[in-house]
Nanobody
Framework: QVQLVESGGGLVQPGGSLRLSCAAS????????MGWYRQAPGKQRELVAD???????KYGDSVKGRFTATRDNAKNTVFLQMNNLKPEDSAVYLC?????????WGQGTQVSVSS
């Protein structure tokens, strides 16, 4: 069974930076897509960044130019570097992976941006 474990969330002031990590365990086969979604209270879950096994990355419109997602395929890990954070970035950030037709989600890590 594949499990996703996130780390790196926390509280940061507006304009600050955070780096999230997500590691997949359980000896997964090829992880076709791996990335991040977020969900704030009362809002729908939205795409933050999604990286294919070939390194093609899609970003949500609200984070383009501020967030960078990268993958280490050898370690089944995906990272999210978040710069110039804004209060509206506050949410639970969830790691997501697609392996063939199966989808997996992490438990989530809280990111709070506040002065």
């Amino acid at each position: 069974q594949v499990q996703l474990v996130e780390s790196g969330g926390g509280l940061v002031q507006p304009g600050g930076s955070l780096r999230l990590s997500c590691a997949a365990s359980g000896s997964p086969s090829i992880i076709h897509r791996m990335g991040w979604y977020r969900q704030a209270p009362g809002k729908q879950r939205e795409l933050v960044a999604d990286v294919t096994v070939d390194g093609f990355t899609k970003y949500g419109d609200s984070v383009k130019g501020r967030f960078t997602a990268t993958r280490d395929n050898a370690k089944n890990t995906v990272f999210l570097q978040m710069n110039n954070l804004k209060p509206e970035d506050s949410a639970v950030y969830l790691c997501h992976a697609r392996i063939s037709v199966s989808e997996y989600w992490g438990q989530g890590t809280q990111v709070s941006v506040s002065s």
